[in-house]
């Protein structure tokens, strides 16, 4: 069975405060992991994929790393307007193309 | 603005009740997918509609039902409320190739339930 663990639930940090959110997973075959952002209220709000170990991608000050077993999700230099909780989500091999999610975690960035 | 439209917004009904949300894609999209979120159950897939088709299930109950029209829009049926299906639903929609890359799905603001 496909499983995603987020860590940690939640995380304070001061503004400017450098940051990271673990992924850990476990999948039949990967055929992506992609990050979202939730706001409150809304729906989650794509950032990243990434399809293969050793792959990053950028964005501000976001970056999503990738290894066999884990992504990360760096926050460099945070302010509060990144406070919104992360999600987690991969697809595994094979036709069905549904994502299965982690519990997120809650950011919160203190001026 | 991920261009995925749900609506309505809020429902407030009672146990028993049938409710139904409605779902637009992103104009180009074939794959509807729906998701419910609950606070002690986190993002759970339901259900996947492709060009009008189903093509995959997840946690959905018998009680809940989806269908995808011609127009590409969809509907999730919820029948028989109970309490316990109070929570945010969301639709997705996607791009489905035929190879890699992967596509992402991009999400509506959702449909928040309240069951009285």
């Known amino acids: 069975e496909d499983q995603v663990t987020q860590s940690p639930e939640a995380l304070r940090l001061q503004e400017g405060e450098s940051s990271s959110l673990n992924c850990s997973y476990t999948?039949?075959?990967?055929?992506?992991l992609f990050w979202y952002r939730q706001d409150p209220g809304k729906g989650p709000e794509f950032l990243f994929t990434?399809?293969?170990a050793g792959e990053e991608k950028e964005k501000e000050r976001l970056k999503a790393t990738l290894t066999k077993k884990e992504s990360f999700l760096h926050i460099t230099a945070p302010k509060p307007e990144d406070s919104a909780t992360y999600l987690c989500a991969v697809r595994p091999a094979g036709s069905a193309r549904q994502l299965t999610f982690g519990s997120g975690t809650q950011l919160t960035v203190l001026p | 603005d991920s261009g995925v439209t749900q609506t309505p917004k809020h429902l407030i009904t009672a146990t028993g009740q049938r409710v139904t949300l409605r779902c637009s894609p992103r104009s180009g999209d074939l794959s509807v997918y729906w998701y419910q979120q609950s606070l002690d159950q986190g993002l759970q897939f339901l259900i996947q509609?492709?060009?009008?088709?189903?093509?995959a299930k997840g946690n959905i109950l018998e009680r809940f039902s989806a269908q995808q029209f011609p127009d590409l829009h969809s509907e999730l049926n919820l029948s028989s409320l109970e309490l316990g299906d109070s929570a945010l639903y969301f639709c997705?929609?996607?791009?489905?190739?035929?190879?890699?890359?992967?596509?992402?799905?991009?999400f509506g603001d959702g449909t928040r339930l309240s069951i009285l």
């Open positions: 999948v039949s075959g990967l055929r992506g």
């Open positions: 509609y492709y060009n009008g088709e189903e093509r």
């Open positions: 997705a929609s996607s791009v489905e190739p035929p190879g890699p890359p992967e596509e992402p799905q991009h």
């Open positions: 990434l399809y293969s």
